[in-house]
């Protein structure tokens, strides 16, 4: 079986007619268990799209994803499941739920369907550094415990995938490096397949490769050398 995430000739347009947008051309992509991986590339070039379809949220119009060895294509109520059980997604650090507590916000992936192995909500939050403020709510966080509390809730289903978007934006330099080496360090210890896509050069000495995504088509990654 084949583990991590498996993209293979995956295509997306979106339209139809003249006002046909190509987001993806012919994308492959194989990020191990236990790799962190970095997507860069120009606004537009497609790297939304690419966590959309990597992530279950987008079926393309072609190609194959594969999360955890599970093929994507097939019923929406499959889809939902593996979205649900495998894939964990990180995205701007405002993405909480006003109204939760940290330790609710983190619980909330458990209360959508039967989740087997969980971690537990309160050791999570003091695994990613946010101990002692479980029962905050989103205002009362600083930027950086908010994207934190929000790592937590995406690794509390323990997801072979871990998909994030632009995780440092918000964040100052000290903060992005001690988010980033938090996504790597789970990524190696949880043994996921990690794609971070990011406008931020200092995020890529943390990731294992770089790939760059220039108009829907996918570089040939590079290992990260710096
Ligand atoms: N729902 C949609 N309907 C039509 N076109 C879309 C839609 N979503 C994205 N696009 C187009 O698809 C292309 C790829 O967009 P995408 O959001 O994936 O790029 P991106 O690399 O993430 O950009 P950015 O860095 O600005 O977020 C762009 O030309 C965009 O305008």
């Known amino acids: 079986m084949s583990e991590g995430l498996l993209l293979e000739r995956v295509s997306l347009r979106y339209g139809d007619g ?24 120009p606004s537009g070039a497609g790297k939304s799209s690419l966590l959309a379809v990597a992530g279950g949220l987008t079926v393309p119009d072609s ?41 609710d916000q983190v619980r909330l992936p458990l209360t959508f369907g039967r989740v087997t192995d969980p971690r537990d909500p309160r050791e999570l939050l003091a695994a990613v550094g946010v101990e002692h403020k479980e029962d905050r709510r989103p205002h009362q966080l600083s930027g950086g415990e908010r994207q934190r509390v929000g790592i937590a809730r995406a690794l509390v289903t323990r997801p072979d995938v871990l998909l994030v978007d632009e995780p440092t934006a918000a964040l100052d330099r000290q903060r992005s490096h001690e988010v980033l080496e938090l996504l790597a360090r789970e990524t190696r210890e949880r043994r996921m397949a990690t794609v971070v896509v990011t406008h931020d050069h200092d995020v890529l000495r943390h990731c294992d490769r770089v790939f760059e995504m220039v108009d829907g088509r996918l570089t040939a990654g590079e290992p990260v050398t710096a």
């Open 18 to 41: 003249e006002e046909t947008t190509v987001a993806l051309e012919e994308v492959s992509l194989r990020v191990e268990p236990g790799e962190i991986i970095a997507v860069v590339g």
């Open 63 to 103: 190609g194959r994803v594969l999360v955890g060895g599970v093929d994507l294509a097939g019923r929406e109520r499959d889809r939902a499941r593996v979205r649900r059980e495998r894939i964990g997604y990180v995205f701007q650090s405002n993405n909480l739920i006003p109204s939760l507590t940290a330790v």
